[in-house]
């Protein structure tokens, strides 16, 4: 018996397949257009990465538009996608499409141009004698050097440089400056961009070269974040004055809350990096960021040398060095933060004609009390204070677990086995109503009984139920306050109670920790129900572009954050943008794959929020920290923790 493959389609309505054809047809179509210009007019591409075995080719598009918006953020940012699909122009025209084709980019195999090319004629001699010959000099990086061959006439009939000059009358090429400026983009330094240019058979580049384009590339990066900031300042003036209803001139200076929040280059308190972020809340966006940096390798290396062989001429070299030193900090790496703060603040209203009156902080740093100090607005406008809902659940969690650990170091235990003990699934579920208490109240009143109310109801026993605290009602989340506004016997604390703990054992322990972290003072900081996503979010961003696990100089993770706030603000659409502004040429690929990265961000953003897949995030962390710890119980306690052994 023959089996036979099953169509995609069987089953399928006719209107569906029908779609599924045309889509085809028009794939065949574009595909044969696009094979078609490439046979009949090799010479029109450049290659971007080349070598004797293979090319990659490249044209140019027309610039990007300005992409802002004038509407909600949501809206501005399918506006900004839609117009960086289009790229300006009218794709369902026949102009258009041409230009597409024209402006791709592939990789070619030259051993089948080298085919392709045996089947043309000579314009001279009209024979088909024609070869191609391919060299990537050392000189030359990634170019290829491509000549054309007659062997009746015995002359080259075509020789020169598949890659186009960065600027005329330069040795520079357009493909190898691009290549670094990507490989940066990606967060690939010198080594990893050879390395991968090993693997494809590539001639590369030398890391001296590498670096030298870098170099080349980080001086347009006060432009840069000049081209960054005002197109996003711009925005933000124009959507807080469509919020309040008022028309903002030139001049005028707008006061707006901002989440600030600082990230550093490496883990621990002494990187060498540090990085301020300012994003405003209403629009979420990023208007300011300033990077702190406490090393230069040039000072390092160039500078003792000649300190030490020959100090009458370093006097020299340090006045000429200075305005290209690294260093623009001196300090301790935990006041990176505080002091970056201070940079953004007092340029806010000089460079963007903003106010930051409200700081949304994580309370890790002294910000907003230097701040308060420094008075960068002068002696009338006060800085006020505001707290991420998320970080002060974080402390309740940490205060809970250093408890245990301080008590374990004395002989008592109170996250052993058996119910009621405070075990780390217990403190993580503490956290989570500590949380909800927050967020689910607008007063400190109502918080703060909250509060108390998911502590007294994880205390609470048949013999002693204490619910006086939780709300009341049939939708009440209290079982026991449910059932007494139906009417009903309330069930078993046993079965009923989540999180049960040990009254008798561990109130003595809690209640001081859930006083502290539920005073006035904090809790009225916290009614907003703001928290930091934005900046943790950005700061995943920038470190994406510049490993943690590498050393980078400052001008490295600054071109790393203006790349990554301008993809944050704008999205995938700033990829296209920030190339031409670098005076790169693009084409219809990095629409496409822009096009492509934009959908999946939002279809698993929109899968992440979905209740259904958020309880069963919340089934599988519970389960796996429960088996955990039962792993650690049956072996006799933890094997590993620091200084405990």
């Not at 960068?376 to 204070?385: L, Q, V, W």
């Not at 403190?427 to 989570?432: A, E, G, H, N, V």
């Not at 709300?471 to 007494?484: D, K, T």
Request: hydrophobic share 35%.
């Amino acid at each position: 018996m023959v089996r036979t493959k099953p169509s995609t389609t069987r089953g399928a309505p006719k209107s569906t397949k029908k779609r599924t054809d045309q889509v085809k047809s028009q794939w065949k179509a574009k595909k044969s257009a696009q094979s078609a210009s490439v046979l009949t007019d090799v010479t029109e591409f450049v290659p971007v990465l080349g070598s004797s075995a293979s090319a990659t080719f490249s044209a140019s598009i027309p610039s990007t538009e300005n992409i802002l918006g004038t509407k909600t953020r949501s809206e501005f940012k399918k506006e900004s996608y839609e117009r960086f699909v289009s790229g300006g122009v009218d794709t369902k025209s026949s102009a258009a499409t041409e230009t597409l084709v024209k402006t791709q980019r592939g990789v070619v195999d030259f051993a089948e141009v080298d085919s392709m090319v045996a089947s043309l004629c000579c314009p001279q001699c009209k024979n088909k004698c024609l070869s191609l010959c391919t060299d990537s000099r050392p000189t030359s990086g990634l170019a290829v050097f491509a000549q054309v061959n007659c062997s009746s006439c015995e002359e080259p009939v075509y020789e020169q440089y598949l890659a186009t000059k960065f600027k005329s009358k330069t040795k520079v090429f357009d493909m190898n400056r691009q290549a670094v400026y990507s490989s940066l983009a990606c967060g690939l330094g010198a080594t990893t961009f050879r390395n991968f240019c090993e693997n494809m058979d590539l001639a590369g580049l030398h890391h001296k070269t590498f670096h030298t384009h870098a170099s080349q590339l980080f001086t347009q990066l006060e432009g840069f974040r000049k081209h960054v900031f005002s197109e996003t300042v711009a925005y933000v003036r124009e959507v807080h004055a469509r919020y309040c209803g008022t028309t903002l001139g030139v001049d005028d200076t707008l006061n707006i809350i901002v989440s600030y929040d600082g990230t550093w280059l490496t883990r621990g308190h002494s990187s060498h990096i540090g990085v301020g972020c300012a994003v405003d809340l209403l629009t979420g966006l990023c208007v300011d960021a300033h990077v702190m940096c406490t090393y230069c390798q040039v000072c390092e290396s160039t500078g003792q040398k000649l300190f030490q062989e020959k100090p009458e001429e370093y006097a020299a070299w340090l006045v000429d060095h200075l305005d290209k030193c690294e260093v623009n900090y001196k300090g301790s790496s935990g006041m990176m933060e505080v002091e970056a703060a201070r940079v953004i603040w007092r340029r806010s209203v000089n460079t963007n004609k903003l106010r930051y009156t409200t700081l949304l902080s994580d309370g890790d740093s002294k910000t907003f009390t230097e701040l308060n100090d420094i008075k960068p607005y002068g002696e009338d406008i006060h800085i006020d204070k505001e707290e991420c809902v998320n970080h002060v659940s974080k402390r309740l969690g940490t205060a809970l677990r250093n408890m245990v650990t301080d008590c374990r170091k004395r002989g008592v235990t109170l996250g052993g086995r058996g119910r009621g003990q405070l075990t780390g699934n217990a403190i993580r579920k503490l956290q989570i109503y500590y949380n909800r208490a927050i967020r689910s109240n607008k007063d400190v009143c109502s918080m703060k009984k909250a509060i108390m109310a998911s502590l007294y109801h994880c205390f609470s026993t048949d013999e002693n139920p204490q619910h006086e605290l939780c709300p009341a009602g049939e939708s009440s989340w209290c079982f026991f306050q449910e059932a007494l506004a139906k009417h009903q016997v309330p069930g078993p604390h046993k079965h009923l109670i989540h999180t049960p703990l040990n009254e008798e054992k561990l109130a003595a322990h809690l209640l001081p920790i859930y006083e502290r972290l539920s005073e006035e003072h904090l809790l009225s900081r916290c009614v907003s129900g703001k928290t930091q996503n934005a900046n943790e979010c950005l700061h995943s961003l920038i470190w994406s572009r510049c490993a943690k696990d590498h050393f980078a100089s400052r001008s490295r993770v600054e071109f790393a954050v203006l790349t990554a706030i301008r993809e944050f603000n704008f999205g995938p659409a700033a990829a296209a943008d920030s190339a031409q502004f670098f005076g790169f040429q693009t084409g219809h690929h990095i629409k496409r794959l822009g096009a492509a990265r934009m959908h999946k961000r939002v279809r698993n953003s929109l899968k992440a929020v979905r209740d259904k897949q958020s309880k069963r995030r919340d089934k599988v962390r519970a389960a796996k920290s429960k088996r955990l710890e039962e792993l650690v119980q049956l072996e006799g306690g933890p094997a590993y923790a620091a200084g405990m052994f």
